[in-house]
């Protein structure tokens, strides 16, 4: 029987806590990037290794981070408490594992919707075209030709789509507003990001 997206997550991205000033519950959004990864596994291709190792390595550092001080776990519970407070320290190892862990994010965010919205188009065509707009830009020649590379060993649509519910508009649906959902979440990090230059030089 297929995996539906249900039953490889355990918290939708929907279901991340967002306050009204913006800030993610650090908890919640890990453990929603972890359903990411755990899709990445399902699919059983070597394409997404890359990808998959670099979210799991940056998911790591901002957990250390946000567990580094259980005397108050709320010092670290939002990631813009964790951007806020590394800039301060100096150290900022977790505020570079989130910069990488979202564009990591937004790479299968935009293949996403990509291969959602233009049916016709090759999973490696959504996924090179979404590289080409997102981290493209960050990476040197080599690591260029490996993702290239990568992106042409995509499985097939049927494929992707049978082993995460079905090539169907309901499983569609899910799917998209699962995306979006992370899309949302994704701008708001930017938005963080760009407010205090927390990027520079990372």
Request: aromatic content about 8%; proline content about 2%.
């Amino acid at each position: 029987m297929s995996k539906t997206l249900e039953d490889l997550i355990t918290r939708r991205f929907q279901d991340v806590t967002v306050s009204e000033a913006g800030h993610i519950n650090t908890a919640e959004f890990l453990e929603a990037a972890e359903g990411v990864v755990k899709l990445f596994d399902i699919l059983e291709s070597a394409a997404f290794y890359p990808v998959k190792t670099d979210m799991t390595a940056n998911i790591k550092k901002v957990r250390e981070k946000s567990l580094s001080n259980p005397s108050d776990p709320t010092v670290y519970d939002t990631l813009q408490k964790i951007i806020t407070a590394e800039a301060k320290e100096g150290d900022r190892t977790a505020t570079q594992g989130l910069l990488w862990l979202k564009r990591g994010l937004e790479l299968t965010a935009m293949a996403l919707k990509r291969s959602l919205e233009n049916q016709k188009e090759t999973l490696s065509e959504s996924f090179t075209e979404a590289y080409n707009k997102t981290l493209k830009q960050y990476h040197g020649f080599i690591v260029k030709k490996m993702f290239g590379v990568a992106m042409l060993a995509c499985p097939d649509r049927e494929t992707f789509y049978k082993k995460i519910g079905g090539d169907n508009e309901g499983a569609h649906e899910q799917l998209l507003a699962w995306v979006n959902a992370l899309q949302g979440l994704l701008n708001e990090l930017n938005i963080f990001y760009a407010s205090g230059a927390f990027d520079k030089g990372l």
